[in-house]
């Protein structure tokens, strides 16, 4: 397999243990080198004050600016709502030229729909949504299989029904781009 590498970009803090295991979890299902750093944007030019969203497609372009290295995967970590045109809102979003992606949080937590927080299913949702990104970026597609982290999660419960994993045909698949 190739070597690569992936850095997680925090654009906000999602605590030290739940990132510890983010990590574990993304070494264990990609095998590549990961970062985590501090990353620094103000996403004032993204937000659409009518809808009260931040645009992904922009902040991804604009993180892109900064990327040298195309072969190497960001994934930018958010605390702020997200949408993509035509979508109510996303979870997260991939581009695979500039190999960039993005997740926020802030639909992750219990506290967003008037629930108390749930520290465990938090990360479990986290792990979900930035495996999935990944995938998006090791050229993955959107899965039929319940089950699988590819899954396009329509909604918080679509998330909380797939596994962090890949299941064994996007498996292959990520073994086969990953030559
Ligand atoms: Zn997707
Ligand atoms: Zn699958």
Same mark, same amino acid.
């Given at each position: 397999m190739n070597e690569c590498e992936i850095s997680i970009l925090l654009l906000c803090n999602p605590g030290d243990l739940i990132l510890h295991e983010l990590k574990e979890h993304l070494y264990k299902v990609f095998r590549c080198?990961?970062?985590?750093?501090p990353y620094n944007m103000d996403l004032t030019f993204s937000f659409n004050k009518k809808r009260q969203q931040f645009i992904a497609e922009k902040i991804i372009e604009q993180a892109a600016l900064g990327k040298k290295? $195309?072969? !190497?995967?960001w994934l930018l970590i958010v605390d702020a709502d997200l949408y993509s045109p035509g979508l109510n809102f996303i979870f997260g979003l991939a581009d695979i030229q500039s190999g960039?992606?993005?997740v926020s949080i802030t639909r992750l937590k219990q506290e967003f729909y008037g629930l108390s927080g749930n520290q465990k299913l938090f990360l479990e949702r986290l792990k979900k949504e930035s495996t999935h990104e990944l995938g998006h970026l090791f050229l993955l597609r959107h899965c039929p299989d319940k089950k699988c982290v590819m899954r396009f999660s329509n909604s918080?419960? !679509?998330? !909380?029904?797939? $596994?962090? !994993?890949f299941c064994e045909t996007c498996k292959r698949s990520l073994k086969f781009y990953r030559q």
């Open positions: 080198r990961i970062t985590i750093s290295n $195309l072969s !190497d995967k960039i992606s993005i918080i419960y !679509d998330t !909380d029904e797939k $596994l962090p !994993d």
